[in-house]
């Protein structure tokens, strides 16, 4: 129990394009989510908290504007790359807490590795 | 801000070698998790220590939290070219809800 998904996998986009990432909780509702941003051989930067239902909570120097965060339901949260640039290539992974089994344990999605051309 | 830092950043080891990381808090922690992350994959949850002090045992790994609650460490008895990969701990403050990771320690075995 307790997988989380995340699509795409993998997606390489040209400058100047958006790009949106799903991360879904299969078997399990995620009140919350969590988005992070992964650099090569670098830890995890924890970018935003998803709730669902509302507005979603961003760390200090991201930009809410340009990394659009939607929770619109108990299994989905979607970030959305606005304006993608070179400097946005990463690995961005999401994770979420199965409150509902009383863990605080977080399930990570097997991440999504864009490239930004 | 809450900094979590992790020595050594790197450790080459021959199988059967024990491992040690260590990582250390800016902060007083409320609890703090232990991930592994495999080359090209996603962080797995290994365990979650709360309790000032505590050491848990999984196996080989060796788990340990610091009287303060600032400091943990994780050690790795004979290590197996299956413990290849980067490990990370994820600290918590209070009640919030959110983790912030280590900068991680990779961890390579050859035979």
């Known amino acids: 129990g307790a997988v989380v998904s995340q699509h795409p996998s993998w997606v390489i986009c040209k400058s100047g394009t958006s790009v949106k990432i799903e991360c879904r909780s299969l078997?399990?509702?995620?009140?919350?989510m969590f988005w992070y941003r992964q650099f090569p051989k670098q830890s995890l930067m924890l970018m935003a908290t998803s709730n669902e239902g509302s507005k979603a909570t961003y760390e200090q120097g991201v930009e809410k504007d340009k990394f659009l965060i939607n929770h619109a339901s108990l299994t989905l949260s979607t970030l959305t790359v606005t304006s993608a640039h070179p400097e946005d290539s990463s690995f961005y992974i999401c994770?979420?807490?199965?409150?509902?089994?009383?863990?605080?344990?977080?399930?990570f999605g097997p991440g999504t590795r864009l490239t930004v051309t | 801000g809450q900094q979590v830092m992790q020595i050594p950043q790197y450790q080459h080891v021959q199988e059967g070698e024990d491992f040690t990381t260590y990582c250390n808090s800016s902060t007083t922690l409320s609890n703090i998790q232990w991930y592994k992350q495999r080359p090209g994959g996603h962080p797995v949850f290994l365990i979650q220590?709360?309790?000032?002090?505590e050491v848990k045992k999984q196996k080989r790994l060796t788990f340990q939290f610091g009287e303060a609650k600032k400091n943990s460490s994780l050690h790795i008895t004979a290590t197996q070219t299956t413990d290849v990969g980067t490990y990370f701990c994820?600290?918590?403050?209070?009640?919030?809800?959110?983790?912030?990771f280590g900068t991680g320690t990779r961890l390579q075995v050859t035979l």
């Open positions: 994770s979420a807490r199965d409150q509902g089994r009383g863990g605080s344990e977080q399930y």
């Open positions: 078997d399990f509702q995620a009140t919350t």
């Open positions: 994820a600290g918590r403050r209070g009640t919030a809800s959110k983790l912030t």
């Open positions: 220590l709360v309790k000032s002090g």
